[in-house]
């Protein structure tokens, strides 16, 4: 079983609608991510919060709000969707002070915007 | 220039053999980090197997082997004896500078396996 719970599963939304991915992990590592994967290509990196903090934005639109309440999750707030921003979502974390830098990352949300 | 390549867009194998899937790396940094994961259709991204460029074995992991070659730039993930559960794409993936603290990951564009009995 992941160690990294990434709620809802499946999310199916329309362009108007406001929805929240959550992510929740309590392995007590202090970075926390958030990937987009298209169908049959890598992931891509979005954000990276380390302690809580806002460390990289990856040039990701505004309708894309990234929010770490406390170091064990981390929420994507969703608003004003296009079509093709319909892709499975992953949260990964690390400890950011280990060299081998392994992400543990969970098994995504399906997002299907309408 | 991409940071990984992996030439083999799908790969098949029959069960209890042995395949490699090719993995080549770009970098100028003198420290950096590969990794394997795999990703079944359910896609969760699954750790396998790392090894760092310092590293002078080649990382195992059970029936996960790295032929990590510097000179070059391959790491190519080995696995023994096939499952059928072994199923899945697998991406290549590193990371650079000693002690990121910020995981930032370049993938290649994965190899799907697939295992046939």
């Known amino acids: 079983d992941t160690e990294v719970t990434q709620t809802p599963k499946h999310l199916v939304m329309g362009m108007t609608n406001k929805k929240s991915l959550k992510c929740e992990q309590h392995?007590?590592?202090?970075?926390m991510y958030w990937y987009k994967q298209k169908a049959k290509k890598p992931p891509e990196l979005m954000f990276v919060?380390?302690?809580?903090?806002?460390?990289i934005n990856e040039s990701v639109p505004s309708r894309f709000s990234p929010e770490c309440p406390n170091s064990s999750l981390l929420n994507l707030h969703l608003h004003a969707l296009q079509p093709e921003d319909s892709a499975l979502y992953l949260c990964a974390s690390s400890q950011p002070w280990e060299n081998t830098g392994e992400l543990f990352f969970g098994e995504g949300s399906r997002l299907t915007v309408l | 220039a991409q940071k990984i390549t992996q030439t083999q867009p799908g790969m098949f194998v029959q069960e209890k053999e042995a395949v490699t899937l090719d993995c080549t790396y770009d970098?100028?940094?003198?420290?950096?980090?590969l990794f394997w994961y795999k990703q079944p259709s359910s896609g969760e991204m699954i750790f396998l197997i790392y090894q760092g460029s310092y590293d002078q074995q080649n990382a195992t992991e059970g029936r996960y082997s790295l032929n990590f070659q510097k000179a070059r730039k391959s790491a190519n993930l080995v696995i023994s004896a096939s499952q059928l559960g072994d199923s899945a794409m697998y991406f290549c993936a590193m990371r650079e500078g000693r002690g990121s603290t910020l995981g930032r990951l370049y993938f290649g564009r994965g190899t799907q396996l697939t295992v046939w009995p």
């Open positions: 919060y380390s302690y809580e903090k806002l460390s």
């Open positions: 392995m007590g590592h202090r970075a």
């Open positions: 970098t100028s940094d003198p420290s950096y980090g």
